[in-house]
Structure formats: structure tokens, C-alpha cells
């Protein structure tokens, strides 16, 4: 059977490949994530996905690897991971009482085979006071995550709603990556 392989350090990735019971090793990328001006998110996801599994597939050429990259978007600009509370307070406060996109892009490259694919889910927030953004950045959590809050943590009690694949929002959309692996001929049980 050939690796697997996810071209990703996020915990969360790796925690969502194994309540899958998959075989898989991890290797992550160092790789541009700058993008153009102007880019629709789905193209930006499923651009910095292939990227980062690209660059992992060509060390380990006989794989199918798995790149994942996620962005928050709110009234067309592209959230990223806040540089400082003060970011993470504004991005907060943004999302406050509104509803956002979550995109996540998803490429799975392999011998003879590239796919690439994205999902976005709507997220609605609470309206949320100072004081609760406070003390969710207070947590640390947001410092690392798109849009600075993570769904499967702290950040759980911000959300309202949503519609979509939750799992999309965690990082990864397991239903559909599955299903894509299969159709790319990965033998999975």
C-alpha cells in the first residue's frame, strides 16, 4: 500500500486523520502562502492546499499526500491568523453578530495525480461584549487560527450557527477528502 502523508503541522489535521483510523505520517511544508490581490477565496484555498502537498510530494514522489489551508472571510476580505491581540480583537469584534465563510481547500497530489477542491461553510457568531473577546484572546487560542478563533476549543461558545461541514471549519473536510481519496484510487476500508 502506498503512505499517506499530511502536508500539514496543525494538530487539529492530524486529530481529524486519526479518528479515521488511517495509517498516514506527517510532513509539513514551508511554503509561500502570499497570494494575488483579487483572488476568489476558493482559488486562494485550494492554491496554498496544492502548494504545500506539492512541495511534501516531491520528497516522498511514490505518496499520496493531503495539503489543507483554511481562510476566514468576512464582507470580502480574507481573514488570516492575527499577529497581535490587538488583530485578533479586531477580527473578533468583526465577526461579532454577523455571519462569515469559512473556506477550506483541500489537494491531494499523488503519482499521475493532482485533485483540488474546496468547501466553504457560513459560520454565524453571537454578538459578542469587550469583555468576552478579552477573555478569548486571554485564552492564547485564537493566535494560531484563521479568522482567530478555533471551533473545536474555547472558541465553540462564540458560534451560533452553522452551515456547512463543521469539519471544514475544524480544518479539514473529512467526508469529502475521504471520498476524494478513494476516487483517486487510495485503498481505503
Excluded: C
Amino acid at each position: 500500500m502506498q503512505n499517506l502523508i499530511l502536508a500539514s503541522s496543525s494538530p487539529r489535521r492530524k486529530e481529524l486523520l486519526e479518528n479515521l483510523r488511517l495509517s498516514f505520517e506527517v510532513s509539513s511544508s514551508d511554503v509561500d502562502e502570499s497570494f494575488e490581490p483579487g483572488m476568489e477565496p476558493g482559488d486562494i484555498v485550494k492554491e496554498l492546499a496544492f502548494r504545500k502537498a506539492n512541495a511534501v510530494f516531491k520528497k516522498f514522489p511514490d505518496s499520496y499526500v493531503i495539503g489543507s489551508d483554511t481562510v476566514v472571510v468576512k464582507d470580502g476580505n480574507v481573514l488570516g491568523k492575527p499577529g497581535s491581540s490587538e488583530e485578533a480583537f479586531s477580527m473578533l469584534k468583526s465577526l461579532s453578530g454577523t455571519t462569515h465563510a469559512v473556506y477550506t481547500g483541500v489537494s491531494i497530489v499523488a503519482p499521475g495525480k493532482q485533485v483540488k477542491f474546496y468547501e466553504k461553510t457560513d459560520v454565524e457568531f453571537w454578538e459578542l461584549t469587550d469583555e468576552e473577546i478579552n477573555s478569548y484572546i486571554g485564552t492564547g487560542e485564537p493566535f494560531d487560527k484563521a479568522g482567530a478563533y478555533g471551533i473545536q476549543g474555547f472558541g465553540s461558545v462564540l458560534v451560533k450557527s452553522i452551515r456547512g461541514d463543521y469539519f471544514s471549519v475544524v480544518g479539514l473536510p473529512l467526508s469529502r477528502t475521504v471520498r476524494e481519496l478513494r476516487k483517486s484510487g487510495y485503498p481505503l476500508p
